[in-house]
């Protein structure tokens, strides 16, 4: 069996994480999302690249199923492409809401620094009560934003441990300028609580320990919920989609948070 051959066979059993983690790869390798659009614009003729990866899950599903019913082969097929489209549309998700994030926390920084800076600055008034209460309301606002932050992060490593063998989602050129960013509000959050310190304003009040994790749980269902949906609505499965995005939808809009029961499922 020649080289080429072997090659052909081990990639016909790769699995739909397999798949999906060796276009990651082949996709990081360009550094950001515009140049590896490019690149694929490049080719002749252009092949989109979940198009290639669902071609090769039904491959790779009939090659291990070969020889048994049609209908156990038709089933294999199905589940092959659930999941690996549904990896497709998760590391998606996960880089346009990495990208919505570091948009939007650019104008926030921007707009608390600047609101920092004069409270702080504001001599006239050092010692109005409502002066120290506006410098408090920012330390803590700051200090929430950092919280965001992280549980962004958290729920993002959560999803790729589950789905993507642990594999980073995010293209090299987002995940250095998400860690720009915490580097970045992490910053301001100290030097927020050095200036309300300074200042005589009173301590935070101490965080709920399990504030994090309801939040994580949140972010995370942020994550997985659209892609699936996303994932089954490509496949034809409307009705499935619909009923993934709505009870994704209630829980997110319910009164009560989701419990961190829901990361261990």
């Known amino acids: 069996m020649t080289l080429e051959r072997r090659v052909a066979k081990i990639e016909e059993s790769l699995s739909p994480t397999q798949l999906v983690l060796r276009w990651l790869a082949e996709a990081h390798a360009y550094g950001d999302v515009p140049a590896y659009v490019i690149s694929l614009l ?13 071609r090769e899950a039904a491959q790779g599903a009939r090659t291990t199923n070969r020889g048994k019913r049609a209908e156990v082969v038709e089933a294999s097929v199905r589940g092959a492409l659930r999941e690996t489209v549904f990896r497709f549309e998760l590391v998606m998700r996960i880089n346009v809401v990495a990208h ?8 926030i920084d921007a707009a608390l620094s600047a609101n920092l800076a004069l409270a702080f600055n504001d001599d006239e ?12 309301q920012l330390r803590d606002l700051i200090a929430f934003r950092v919280s965001e932050l992280h549980a962004t ?23 250095g300028a998400w860690e720009e960013q915490v580097k970045g509000t992490t910053l301001m959050a100290d030097m927020a609580v050095r200036m309300a310190k ?7 009040a101490p965080k709920d320990p399990e504030g994090l994790s309801r939040r994580t749980a949140e972010l995370f269902a942020d994550l ?29 809009f319910a009164p009560s948070p989701p419990s961190v029961i829901e990361l261990q499922g």
């Open 42 to 54: 490049d080719q002749d003729p252009p092949v989109a690249p979940l198009d290639r990866l669902a």
């Open 100 to 107: 919505e994030v570091l948009d939007r926390e650019a104008l």
């Open 125 to 136: 008034r050092r010692g109005d009560p409502k002066r120290l209460e506006h410098l408090g």
């Open 153 to 175: 992060a958290q729920a993002r490593a959560i999803a790729s441990d589950r789905y993507l063998q642990g594999q980073t989602a995010l293209f090299p050129s987002v995940a």
């Open 198 to 204: 300074m200042d005589g304003v009173p301590a935070a």
């Open 224 to 252: 997985v919920e659209p892609a699936r949906s996303d994932a089954l609505d490509k496949l034809g499965e409307g009705r499935r989609a619909f009923d993934i995005a709505n009870n994704w939808l209630r829980a997110k």
